[in-house]
């Protein structure tokens, strides 16, 4: 009776006061950063691993269950930990460079990557943007880790042991550790996957609060065993140069001690990583560094506001939002005189200025970097300087950087990536013209040995317009299709500089697609030199004439004219004819070109979607093209389909590789209920909005907001657009408009 009373009471002073305020976590809290590590080479939810880091940082945090080298640094499968590392690993494909790890241990045994494992369990662990905790069974100490943007700091709560010990491990290839002091180790390793210069190094110092009560020090390359003369400190020296450099050290411990380790690194010198450590941790204590962590994800995740869906809706969105904010990663420090610096990947010199690097354009141009243009524009005018950096390094803008360029993937979409920052004004004024020249010169040339960067094929589509399919080069009708939407891109810079004659000549470029699109089967399709359509040709054949995808997925890569697609294919009608067909043909599929079945196929045939491929970027935007042909509420239906189905917040949560960002910006933007689908534009189009209400702070102090109070699972369609209260005849919203602040209104409606 008494429990009844209360419920009455608290019943009358909601109707008194109306209906009680949504209560929701900070933004950070909705976040697991264990989201996408369910993954193996075979099949892929994410290919990620839980990232400990601030927004951008320089070095992430990670907990190792692989080997040494293996790119499936963690995955949520495995039930052993050998380390902590610090990562600067894009994704498992192009592997880590300037790694190292910390290990607690209990013995003076286990210094090997095998002797210290430890088991664990996920039931005890904690894994956030800004903390990561977990308990190790076998020496009985709980691990806990808190970042910065070039540091961290560890904590390790150990047992009762006169032998506790952290083995410091600077990875095999090329590495040193020392003992600086009876509290400090240094050294540097040079482990990389490429993309490096000849004087690469990643300088660390290690500095832990307890005093060691003995050291050793080995190079277990050379097969050194712990106590062994030559290679234990003090009697050996105080530091170990080899090809697989290792530190432990070791104190006694009452149970329950707690022993914190500071940790920072540099690309530039050891001085740098002492100087990095200092401004970034000095004295601050764990949990204050931690505080700070929180702080700086809130601030971030926080620039945008989602209010009346699922917990398990907001615990998604944020978590892709945090994807969307680790890449492009800085690459600079700051000196002593608190100006910006970098290690060039490029040239291997020091020099002023900003550095990004760590992702792959072919995948974030679609909706990562638009993301970054509304939301987060400052952090992208620095990314932009370190483009010009870049190009002014090495001749050549990135097209894949890790840290320098890589070979992966194919166009030039850098293209894409610098139109759009020049053309919403994020760009620093001094370097619009060198990105200029940039796009320009890299229309015409290859880099002598990153094949990927710059254009394979220019002399062919430069005078042809096309990328033959019989002249050795692969992946022809993507490469085609992606130089005429980055011809299309470097056009609208070109017009907003004045530069009529480039413009008229880059758009007439920008209509190479038509060369590649055969009207017969109304796809894309490879094309010999002599300028006939290749023979036999399947729709279903992955790689080839295409990248990572079939016709199906690339036949809609005409970003920038996508009119001129649906006249090609005789008009809307027969454009959504099309567009029905890639979820209506089975999910069957070609791999002759690979020889044996990719991870992408996989992917594509469990979703049940038909050819629809998610879960890889080339069909991301597709769906949003119903809105070009007059039929938006099948976007809307598709896009909560793919929300619903290939998106969670858990260990398997994505369809595919997560990418850097960009399959994490498609949720964002998607729920937000818009979509980029031709970066260099002014336009987004509409999809279904997944929330009530949604608040997008801008930098420049207005705020979108975004209404949809009638939404549900069953209201999935919007009945009408209201855009600062006038209703809107078009499935799309301006940039412009948004820019000052729009309040959108949606009316959502169910299936009629």
Not at 317 to 346: M, Q
Not at 401 to 408: D, I, K, Q
Not at 446 to 456: E, F, M, N, Q, Y
Not at 526 to 552: C, I, L, M
Request: proline residues 5%.
């Amino acid at each position: 009776m008494k429990r009844f009373a209360i419920l009455a009471l608290a019943a009358l002073v909601s109707a008194c006061c109306g209906k009680a305020t949504e209560s929701q976590l900070r933004p950070s809290e909705y976040v697991t950063t264990l989201v996408g590590t369910q993954s193996d080479y075979s099949f892929s939810t994410g290919n990620t691993y839980p990232a400990v880091a601030l927004p951008w940082g320089m070095n992430f945090w990670t907990p190792q269950t692989g080997k040494m080298g293996d790119g499936w640094a963690y995955t949520y499968g495995a039930h052993t930990i050998c380390g902590f590392k610090q990562t600067h690993q894009p994704s498992p494909w192009i592997n880590d460079y300037g790694q190292f790890s910390l290990m607690p241990v209990r013995g003076r045994d286990k210094i090997d990557e095998e002797s210290r494992r430890s088991w664990f369990s996920h039931q005890s662990e904690e894994a956030r943007p800004y903390y990561y905790k977990v308990y190790l069974a076998d020496p009985d100490v709980r691990v806990e880790i808190t970042p910065t943007e070039r540091a961290a700091v560890l904590r390790f709560t150990f047992p009762e042991s006169a032998e506790s010990g952290v083995v410091i491990d600077a990875f095999d290839r090329g590495s040193c550790v020392e003992i600086v002091d009876e509290n400090t180790v240094a050294g540097y390793t040079t482990r990389n996957s490429g993309g490096v210069p000849e004087n690469f190094r990643n300088w660390f110092v290690v500095r832990f609060d307890k005093p060691f009560d003995g050291v050793q020090l080995a190079d277990l390359a050379a097969k050194c065993r712990a106590g062994e003369p030559g290679v234990q400190y003090p009697e050996a020296g105080k530091q170990v140069t080899g090809d697989h450099a290792v530190a432990a050290v070791y104190f006694a411990t009452h149970r329950g001690e707690q022993v914190t380790a500071r940790v920072a690194s540099s690309f530039i010198s050891a001085e740098q990583a002492l100087r990095n450590l200092e401004s970034e941790v000095g004295d601050a204590d764990f949990e204050t560094v931690k505080a700070r962590a929180q702080e700086r994800w809130d601030e971030v995740l926080g620039r945008i506001e989602v209010e009346g869906g699922t917990e398990e809706q907001y615990r998604t969105f944020y978590s892709c939002l945090y994807r969307s904010t680790l890449f492009p990663r800085k690459f600079y420090e700051i000196d002593a005189e608190g100006e910006p610096v970098h290690y060039s990947p490029y040239n291997g010199e020091v020099l002023p200025g900003y550095m990004y690097t760590d992702t792959g354009f072919w995948d974030t141009f679609r909706c990562l970097f638009p993301l970054l243009n509304l939301v987060y524009p400052s952090e992208n005018a620095k990314m932009q300087a370190g483009l010009a950096n870049a190009y002014r390094e090495s001749g050549f803008l990135p097209e894949w950087a890790s840290p320098g360029h890589r070979g992966c993937m194919v166009g030039n979409n850098s293209a894409s990536v610098v139109s759009d920052a020049i053309l919403k004004g994020v760009t620093p004024a001094d370097d619009v013209e060198t990105l200029y020249e940039a796009m320009l010169s890299g229309r015409g040339k290859v880099h002598p040995t990153v094949s990927s960067t710059g254009r394979l094929g220019h002399e062919y589509y430069n005078t042809l317009g096309y990328v033959p399919y019989n002249v050795g080069i692969n992946e022809n009708v993507a490469r085609t299709l992606e130089y005429a939407y980055n011809d299309w891109c470097i056009a609208q810079v070109a017009g907003k500089l004045g530069r009529g004659e480039d413009a008229a000549m880059l758009e007439k470029a920008s209509q190479n697609w038509r060369n590649v699109f055969d009207s017969e089967t109304k796809l894309m399709r490879g094309r010999n030199r002599e300028g006939d359509f290749q023979t036999p040709f399947s729709s279903y054949k992955w790689g080839d004439a295409f990248t990572e995808g079939n016709a199906w997925h690339y036949t809609w890569s005409v970003f920038h004219d996508v009119e001129g697609l649906a006249d090609a294919m005789g008009g809307k009608t027969g454009f959504v004819e099309m567009l029905d067909s890639v979820f209506v043909v089975p999910p069957i599929y070609d791999d002759s070109y690979y020889g044996a079945r990719i991870h992408e196929i996989t992917e594509m045939q469990v979703a049940e979607m038909g050819n629809y491929a998610h879960g890889n970027q080339p069909a991301q935007h597709m769906i949003y093209l119903y809105d070009y042909a007059g039929q938006p509420r099948k976007a809307q239906w598709w896009v909560r389909e793919v929300m619903d189905r290939l998106y969670s917040a858990k260990p398997d949560g994505y369809c595919g590789d997560e990418d850097n960002g960009q399959t994490s910006a498609w949720y964002v933007f998607s729920a937000l209920g818009f979509y980029p689908v031709c970066p260099g534009a002014d336009e987004y189009a509409v999809g279904s909005p997944l929330f009530r209400k949604a608040a997008i702070h801008l930098e420049n102090g207005n705020t979108i907001e975004i209404d949809a109070p009638e939404n549900s699972s069953e209201n999935r369609y919007v009945g009408k657009m209201a855009i600062d209260g006038k209703v809107s005849e078009r499935p799309f919203l301006s940039y412009s408009t948004l820019l000052e602040g729009a309040k959108v209104r949606f009316e959502m409606e169910s299936e009629k």
